[in-house]
């Protein structure tokens, strides 16, 4: 079994940026998909951002890519998500999550084995 840990969420004004990191423990995530979603109040949880075990496949959804990257560091066990310039609709509770997942089915969230608690990012005009 996998643990998984955000952390770096926090309250920004509009335009800010936000690091999150993804701490896995109990299991090596290097083989892994690592995959970060996201739930605002009242929504659906939607796809974000992955990346595939070696960190040379990336995916995103829309509405963050340009502004939002996805990385990995496999030595530490750890997943990251760089967002820059926020929009208050970026605000959210942000999940990463790991799974041994084709490349078909990254951006679906029930393919993935394991999650994060979450954590809450908050833009502010």
């Known amino acids: 079994q996998a643990q998984l840990v955000e952390s770096g969420g926090g309250l920004v004004q509009a335009g800010g940026s936000l690091r999150l990191s993804c701490a896995g423990s109990?299991?090596?995530?290097?083989?892994?998909?690592i995959g970060w979603f996201r739930q605002a109040p009242g929504k659906e949880r939607e796809f974000v951002a992955a990346?595939?075990?070696?960190?040379?496949?990336?995916w995103y959804a829309d509405s963050v890519k340009g502004r939002f990257t996805v990385s990995r560091d496999n030595n530490q066990n750890t997943g990251s998500l760089q967002m820059n310039s926020l929009e208050p609709e970026d605000t959210a509770v942000y999940y990463c999550?790991?799974?041994?997942?084709?490349?078909?089915?990254?951006?679906?969230?029930?393919?993935?084995?394991?999650w994060g608690q979450g954590t809450q990012v908050t833009v502010t005009t």
């Open positions: 109990g299991r090596t995530l290097g083989g892994y998909v």
């Open positions: 999550a790991a799974g041994q997942i084709p490349p078909a089915g990254v951006r679906a969230g029930n393919e993935y084995d394991y």
């Open positions: 990346v595939n075990w070696s960190g040379g496949l990336k």
